[in-house]
Each structure stands twice: as structure tokens, then as C-alpha cells.
């Protein structure tokens, strides 16, 4: 939910979840963080929708399989490495981070389209682990190994 802490909105998902029906799709709004998606997931919501991925990538901040990467950051200046090395996106596979560094710098619009659509894909392979994981019945340890990875809140 926008605008909690994710403490709060975990405690409210997780008191709400136990009152609505199993059989039918639990939606939650805005909730945009992947280690808050892994945690609602946990409780048993199916569908989200979050500005997150394609406006952080519009203003320069790509989720990555390391955390976050602000790309605009001087460190990037000469950075020939991918986005994500664990991504084969199109952002990734045909863009540095120091070309899309440059594009922001110019001002090119196809520097936020670019980390947006690395963005997008990201998310898509999040949900695809997610779904696989609750196949085989590994939810519980992915949850626990991948939200140690992640920590896409601090600054
Ligand atoms: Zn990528």
C-alpha cells in the first residue's frame, strides 16, 4: 500500500489475507519493492500493479539482481559493465552503464526507457521465480535467500 512503512503494510496484508476468500485473487495496489512482493506473496496475494519499475528506471535507478544501481552516479562514468550481468534484457545485453549514464546526461529520453524496460524485465523474471518456487514447494527458502539479497529501500 502507498505511503506505510512496509512493517505496517506486511502486519495489513497479513491480517487482511486471513479474512478473504482463498478461492478467489488477491490484488494489492502499490506495493513496488521485491522484498515487499516476496513478503505479500508470502500471504497470499496473486496480482500487483506499482509505478516502481518504470519510474525509477525514467529518473535512472535500475533493480538488479545485486540491488540497486543509480546509474547516473559519477562511478559509472566509465562502467562498461551491464546494467546487471545476471540479465540477458536487451538494456543489458546491448548497453553499459556508461553509455546509459551518458544518455541521461544529455537528456535523452531512451536513457529512462532503456533502465524502464530493464526494470520491467526484472520483474517479470521476480514473478517467474516466484511462481516457480510456489510450484515445487521452495517458497519458504526462496523468500528467505532472496530478500537477504535484496534491499531496494536504502538510499
Ligand atoms: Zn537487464
Known sequence: MIGE??????????????VLPAEKPRYLMGCGFPEDIIEAVA????????????????????FTSRGKVIVKASRY???RAPLDRNCDC??????????????FNTGEALAGRLVSFHNLYF????????????????????SARTRRRFDFRTP
Open 43 to 62: 500471504h497470499g496475494i496473486d496480482l500487483f500493479d506499482c509505478v516502481l519499475p518504470t519510474r525509477n528506471g525514467r529518473t535512472g535507478t535500475a
Open 123 to 142: 520483474y517479470t523474471q521476480l514473478m517467474s521465480e516466484i511462481r516457480m518456487n510456489i510450484r515445487k514447494g521452495t517458497y519458504a527458502e526462496f
Open 5 to 18: 512503512p512496509s512493517a505496517v503494510t506486511n502486519e495489513i496484508v497479513h491480517e487482511v489475507s486471513q
Open 90 to 103: 536487451y538494456t543489458c545485453r546491448n548497453f553499459s552503464r556508461a553509455y546509459l549514464r551518458h544518455l
Open 77 to 79: 562514468a566509465t562502467d
